[in-house]
């Protein structure tokens, strides 16, 4: 048995779950705001970009090399810095639900954080 290999598995189901979990929250957000016709468009761009974090790091689980690895990890990284933008529109026009929405700020940078620490690790553990 390896601890080491399902310690990391372990971090990594976990890790997608977290990014499961974020993507419902959007999506629940979403569903709450839409009675506001002014955050019709926020809300679209919101769903694209905070469900994209995601679906990013499954499919770059599955690649075939580190360098694409990488690829699809930089792709989240972008895809949350866009949903930070906004996340942060948002809160800005709806008063009454900045609660929520800093939450949910708060887990996509934390979540950015894990995504560059993990690019960051496997380019110093691999010859690119």
Not at 12 to 18: D, E, H, M, N, V
Not at 37 to 43: G, M, Q, S, T, V
Not at 56 to 82: D, L, M
């Amino acid at each position: 048995m390896n601890l080491k290999s399902d310690s990391k598995n372990t971090f990594k189901q976990q890790f997608k779950k977290r990014c499961f979990d974020f993507s419902i929250e959007v999506l629940n957000l979403s569903e709450k705001l839409r009675a506001k016709r002014k955050n019709w468009n926020l809300l679209d761009q919101l769903v694209r970009s905070g469900t994209s974090i995601g679906a990013n790091i499954v499919e770059g689980g599955n690649s075939v090399s580190k360098r694409e690895f990488i690829n699809y990890f930089q792709i989240a990284i972008k895809s949350a810095s866009e949903t930070l933008y906004w996340l942060a529109l948002l809160k800005e026009i709806n008063e009454n639900d900045t609660n929520q929405i800093g939450k949910l700020i708060k887990e996509c940078v934390e979540i950015k954080k894990i995504i560059t620490t993990i690019i960051l690790n496997t380019k110093n553990n691999s010859r690119l």
